[in-house]
């Protein structure tokens, strides 16, 4: 048997799991898994500014191609709690990523030993397992089980603390017969799925809600595919954009009382039955339950057994993989169609479409300070179909959701259930390492993009290229409109004049000297005809110097987006005036009807 310390054996495993990328920050209590990682070779290391940091980088680079899982490392103590953040997320939107943290040793862990503190206790709620290794000779177990647990069921992140005596201690392990455990998923029977197509072909008026588990089951296609064999028009999630794409016949729009277009809520307000795979039914797209499922049958379908109803009951659950599930999808209805058996859809789908060239928000504005609308425009012209989005939360990513347009699976890459701020920037940089040669584009309000700025400087100095557009308001743009429902303006305003940048007027924070300090390259635009050749020109410089490079476009300070204030998906205000001819919209996925 090959003798070897535990923490060289988690480092071969790793490889033999795959990985070959990770992202931390070394530290006394992990410097013996380090050693290892440099000892052994085969692992990409991005070094982080910020632990948190590092764990949002995982999560981009896990979110980019099927079947990556990112690893982020970090030492003892308050490297494991600046993780916590990165686990929440993680699992809030189901994604696996590991996370491996160093520990005092284990005879003094009690002892309040320096940075030691009971991180596995911490991280339990928010993590499939979260565990401290306490025998050396259960490391490679451990690490085979959490691959395992990452990869089975609802998929979800992993925390493993190595202490440093655990890391040291020398155990017999044999990587060449090292052999990953295998994935479990429930997978739907053919009774099921004929009863649920049963159900859909009862109805009249059928849409598919198609969520974020079918771009995680890698299973785009088929739904797809499905929706086509069917003719019942889909309505992705936020977490399912991309499914699909934006101008296929059978797009429906997105519905919900923020990242929702009005086509979508006016189609899905229509409809008589809906199907949903690999969904949550979170709250932001369902608003009051009592109108989103009034008149209207379900059937869910959803990895995880205890999801199917936790929201509301469905009139039928299916407890399956996303890509289990529409493979019988497919096989069922590609037999009802050879016989003839299936419900012509062509009406139902072209009134949603007509609903789409109708109900549209209005892009085209010429004012300075610049409208944000203007921003997502100008985007749709630059940047093509291939373009990842990375964003996160505020006006600007609920702006982009109902603006922007997106063709392909894991080309809208966005933090859904947990939202925190400053999770753009990492998570982009992990994006672009994930796929060097794609256009990243990530998308961020000036308060996100200062949470994290100083990883700006990982790209700078890993040559990881990618543009960062940055509406900047000087404002805490959502909670000052969320603060309208209490009439209050209060701490929510970033506004002040800069004594060294005076020419910034009240916007405070020069952006653009920050990120130039950092290494990155920066542009501000203030007049909106401006915009366009700023993003070509950023274009032109990521390729030039790959390091990221910022797009500043400076707002007018109040812009009110479009979202319910009644938790009503029947009622969104539209604060601006719509689209009444094709000139207001000119990007927008069909051309106004008027």
């Known amino acids: 048997m090959a003798r070897m310390t535990a923490a060289r054996a988690a480092v071969e495993i790793l490889k033999r799991e795959d990985v070959t990328d990770a992202f931390g920050v070394p530290g006394a209590a992990i410097n013996p898994f380090y050693a290892a990682l440099k000892a052994s070779g085969g692992i990409a290391h991005t070094l982080a500014r910020h632990v948190e940091g590092a764990s949002h980088m995982a999560e981009g680079y896990t979110r980019t191609h ?144 198609a969520g974020g588990g079918i771009i995680n089951a890698d299973a785009s296609a088929l739904l797809v595919e499905f929706a086509e064999l069917t003719g019942t028009p889909v309505v992705p999630t936020l977490m399912g954009w991309g499914v699909l794409p934006d101008d296929h016949e059978l797009n429906a729009g997105m519905v919900g009382l923020q990242t929702s277009h009005r086509y979508g809520n006016a189609t899905f307000l229509e409809s008589d039955f809906v199907l949903g795979i690999g969904n949550r039914w979170a709250n932001r797209h369902t608003g009051k339950l009592d109108v989103y499922t009034a008149g209207r049958t379900f059937v869910h379908v959803d990895i995880e057994p205890t999801q199917i109803g936790r929201i509301f009951a469905p009139d039928y659950g299916i407890a399956s993989d996303a890509k289990a599930a529409l493979e019988l999808f497919v096989e069922v209805a590609r037999e009802l169609k050879a016989a003839g058996r299936l419900p012509d859809r062509s009406a139902w789908a072209a009134a949603a479409q007509e609903k789409k060239a109708t109900l549209q928000r209005r892009t085209h504005f010429d004012d300075i300070p610049i409208k944000p609308q203007r921003v997502y425009e100008e985007m749709n012209k630059a940047f093509g179909p291939e373009t990842r989005y990375v964003s996160t939360i505020g006006l600007s990513q609920i702006a982009g959701a109902q603006m922007l347009h997106v063709y392909r699976p894991r080309h809208w890459i966005n933090c859904g259930q947990a939202g925190p701020l400053g999770w753009t920037v990492p998570a982009a940089l992990g994006v672009a390492k994930a796929d060097p040669e794609a256009s990243v584009v990530a998308l961020s309000g000036d308060y996100d993009f200062q949470f994290m700025i100083e990883e700006l400087a990982v790209g700078a100095q890993h040559r990881i290229p990618y543009v960062h557009v940055l509406v900047n308001n000087a404002y805490l743009g959502l909670i000052r409109q969320a603060q309208r429902a209490f009439d209050i303006d209060f701490q929510v305003k970033l506004e002040f004049e800069n004594i060294n940048a005076p020419e910034l007027g009240v916007y405070g924070v020069d952006h653009v000297k920050v990120a130039e300090g950092l290494g990155c390259k920066a542009l501000r635009v203030t007049d909106p005809a401006e915009l366009g050749a700023a993003f070509e020109h950023a274009k032109k410089l990521a390729a030039e110097y790959r390091v990221p490079v910022v797009v500043e476009a400076i707002l007018e300070r109040v812009t009110n987006i479009s979202m319910s204030t009644t938790n009503d998906i029947g009622n969104v205000v539209e604060f601006e005036e719509i689209a009444t001819e094709p000139g207001h919209a000119p990007t927008s996925i069909r051309t106004l009807k008027v």
């Open 66 to 209: 099927p079947g990556n899982i990112g690893v982020c490392i970090g030492t003892s103590g308050p490297a494991g709690t600046d993780m916590i953040t990165g686990l929440y997320s993680a699992t809030g939107d189901s994604i696996p990523i590991l996370c491996i943290t160093g520990q005092a040793p284990t005879t003094v862990i009690h002892k309040e030993d320096f940075q030691a503190v009971d991180i596995a206790a911490i991280a339990k709620p928010v993590t499939k397992m979260a565990v401290t290794v306490l025998e050396a000779a259960q490391v490679p177990g451990v690490f085979q089980q959490a691959f395992h647990l990452m990869r089975s069921g609802r998929p979800g992140p992993v925390l493993i603390d190595l202490p440093i005596d655990v890391q040291l201690t020398e155990i017999e392990f044999d990587p060449e017969t090292y052999e990953p455990l295998p994935v479990y998923k429930p997978a739907a029977t053919r009774a099921q799925i004929e009863k649920a197509i049963g159900m859909l072909n009862a109805s009249e008026r059928p849409l598919i809600v």
